[in-house]
């Protein structure tokens, strides 16, 4: 994996009751190193490429790309060139 962002930009779009969205976005080069969280998530690609990391398996990203995780799963971002992201944390149950 790539440097890791100094400063993740974020902007949160959406934050009530048991959910969140946030617009990432990392420069070329920059990481999110592995973390998990206790929330769903849906991931959308909107600009950029780079390699998103689920349980260490490497998965090319682009824009109009969907991820779907479960709670707890262990997950990390490298920016290829420039990356945005809207990224929904969903607590479900």
Do not use: C
């Not at 969140?20 to 973390?35: C, F, M, N, Q, Y």
């Not at 769903?40 to 990203?61: A, C, M, R, S, T």
Request: glycine fraction near 6%; charged fraction near 20%; charge should be neutral.
């Amino acid at each position: 994996m790539n440097k890791e962002s100094a400063a993740k930009p974020k902007k949160l779009l959406i934050n009530r009751n048991g959910l969140k969205v946030i617009r990432l976005t990392l420069a070329a080069g920059e990481s999110i190193p592995e973390h998990a969280t206790t929330a769903d998530l849906v991931v959308v690609v909107v600009k950029g490429e780079g390699i998103f990391y689920i349980n260490n398996n490497p998965k090319p990203i682009a824009p109009g790309d969907v991820l779907d995780l479960a709670p707890s799963i262990p997950h990390a971002i490298d920016a290829k060139s420039d990356l945005e992201l809207v990224v929904t944390h969903m607590h479900l149950t």
